[in-house]
């Protein structure tokens, strides 16, 4: 068995009765990599992560580890290791013990055991307290200790089931930086499902937006955040706008477009050669959003705006999030800098216009079908 942690799965199904789980996904995780699996509940991320470690198997499909496949293997002879939502950790055991527990059961002895478990707690700052009992530490320090037994059997691979979900804003602010920290020294691949969008955004080199039970985008965070494939990851992410027309003209390189409300788009190609009359969705980043009063407007011909009411204002420090009702949209939102919305402030029941420069459009692969989608970041 080679030392890669590099993880292949090719058309990997999971079927509970007659409901796919998981349903033909093709996927590459890099060795090293920090991988996170982001999607609403039941989407099907931890049944993948279950499938890796080897608690589910595949009702098809093929899952590989370095090069080794690993279906039928049990756990312990895959190169992994699993971290638990809630920790698991051994209530009756001192913490050196609750780290050593794995190495005890595969007989090593146990003056080495408790030797590597007091390195591996160094390592997660928690050696000054090796002999106190779980219900002895706070939430973050079990969170380590969680850690550090994952990690003492030098797994190939670490697998981190909603590892920050139980832990305070804070805790998980700090724990983010730990975990990368941590799989950045170790060289190993970690992979992460979370359904927290701005912690997936943080840690991951590869993150992967499942819906479900299907993958919607596998890029690297800063692509999924400015390029979303389709209007479920532009929606998920809660970062963009997601609007459609129909193409009217296409002059230098930049398509016109003509919404069913009537308002005019103008977004470049990119790549892409519509034909007049087909529909192309694309989306726009709520912090390129200019907001402005209708009163302000000379007139409503001018391309890419929208016009609607404030819905709502909330205040979030360096912006500030205006949520708009436009007819005929589930929601537009705008995240504009609080030095330019004190200027001139609005709120609920002003008329409005929203605009954003053409270059700020990104063409989407799938034509949105206007259906609001349940799970989108508000």
């Not at 590099?6 to 890099?30: C, M, Q, S, W, Y």
């Not at 920790?87 to 001192?94: E, I, M, N, R, T």
């Not at 209007?231 to 003509?258: H, S």
């Not at 969705?281 to 390129?288: A, G, I, K, P, T």
Request: hydrophobic content about 40%; charged content about 25%.
């Amino acid at each position: 068995m080679s030392n890669s942690g590099e993880i292949r799965l090719v058309d990997l199904t999971k079927k509970f009765g007659d409901t796919d789980a998981v349903k033909d996904i093709n996927l590459t995780i890099p060795h090293g990599s920090y991988c996170c699996l982001l999607g609403p509940s039941g989407c099907g991320k931890t049944t993948i992560l279950r499938m890796i470690a080897g608690h589910e198997t595949p009702t098809s499909g093929e899952i590989t580890i370095g090069d080794t496949s690993v279906v039928g293997l049990p756990p312990v002879q895959r190169g992994t290791a699993m971290m638990f939502q809630s920790y698991a950790l051994f209530p009756h055991l001192s913490i050196r013990d609750n780290v050593a527990f794995y190495l005890k059961m595969r007989g090593v002895g146990k003056d080495e055991r408790r030797k590597r478990a007091d390195e591996m707690l160094e390592r997660v700052q928690l050696a000054h307290l090796r002999d106190r009992m779980p219900a002895q530490l706070s939430g973050g320090q079990q969170q380590r200790v969680a850690l550090a037994r994952s990690l003492i059997t030098n797994p190939r691979v670490l697998l981190l089931d909603e590892p920050l979900s139980a832990l305070d804003e804070f805790l998980r602010l700090q724990m983010r930086v730990e975990l990368k920290t941590l799989q950045a020294e170790l060289g190993i691949t970690f992979v992460h499902v979370t359904h927290t969008q701005p912690e997936a955004i943080a840690l991951a080199d590869m993150v992967v937006v499942m819906d479900t039970g299907r993958i919607d985008q596998a890029a690297s965070a800063r692509e999924i955040y400015n390029s979303p494939a389709t209007p479920y990851v532009a929606r998920f992410m809660g970062a963009q706008n997601v609007l459609t027309g129909a193409v009217e003209g296409i002059e230098d390189g930049i398509a016109r477009l003509k919404s069913a409300r009537g308002e005019t788009f103008e977004i470049p190609r990119q790549n892409v050669t519509p034909a007049i009359g087909e529909e192309m969705s694309f989306s726009v980043r709520r912090d390129y959003i200019a907001i402005r009063k209708r009163s302000d407007i000379e007139t409503e011909a001018a391309a890419n705006a929208v016009f609607g009411t404030v819905d709502s204002i909330e205040y979030q420090g360096n912006f500030v999030k205006v949520s708009l009702q436009v007819p005929g949209m589930d929601t537009f939102v705008a995240n504009v800098p609080d030095h330019d919305y004190f200027v001139e402030p609005i709120g609920p029941g002003d008329a409005v216009a929203a605009k954003w420069d053409k270059q700020h459009a990104h063409v989407l692969d799938r034509v949105d079908t206007g259906v609001p989608e349940p799970y989108a970041a508000r």
